[in-house]
């Protein structure tokens, strides 16, 4: 599992604090959503974007059927706002994989068989080596996240601005 917790140093807000008051809290929370919904489609591009897995970088993307790409989501806690892929293979997408065991053949059997047309026999034994040779090489990290974390950081920071000046806007009560 992926997941990044977004805060924001309230300190660079203070002299608004004093003529927001009790808005402030609510208004940073909704801007801290806002952005974290904002950052979803960040990391739908960065998901498109990301450099190929196989040590040889042939290739774009870290997407097959589009379960990852589509499995980011962005949940509000007390505080903070949190974005996550909870995928099974969002860790290894994320930080690589280390040489050793070698993975599951039956998903690489089927991602082969779409990927090149293979009749299930031939993409039985294109796993059995593709599974061989990440097993001996590992897989790259892809660092979608870690990638993305400047423009989901600008979008949140955006995003607070934005509901900030709208409650400053309305003037002091």
């Not at 998901?47 to 097959?64: D, R, V």
């Not at 990852?68 to 930080?95: C, F, H, M």
């Not at 400047?150 to 003037?171: H, Q, T, W």
């Amino acid at each position: 599992m992926v997941a990044k917790i977004v805060t924001m140093d309230m300190s660079r807000w203070a002299t608004s604090l004093v003529q927001l008051r009790e808005r402030f809290v609510p208004a940073v929370k909704r801007g801290l959503k806002r952005g974290g919904l904002a950052s979803i489609p960040i990391l739908h591009r960065a998901t498109e974007l990301a450099p190929a897995a196989n040590p040889g970088g042939t290739g774009i993307g870290a997407f097959n059927y589009g379960i990852y790409k589509r499995a980011w989501k962005t949940y509000s806690l007390p505080d903070s706002q949190v974005i996550i892929n909870d995928t099974p293979y969002a860790g290894i997408i994320e930080s690589g994989r280390r040489p050793g065991l070698a993975p599951p053949r039956v998903q690489i059997a089927r991602w082969a068989q779409r990927k090149f047309n293979l009749s299930e026999a031939d993409a039985l034994r294109a796993a059995f080596a593709i599974a061989r040779a990440i097993a001996a090489r590992g897989l790259i990290a892809r660092r979608v996240m870690t990638n993305s974390l400047p423009a989901i950081m600008a979008a949140v920071n955006n995003a607070i601005d934005a509901e900030l000046l709208r409650e400053l806007s309305r003037g002091t009560r």
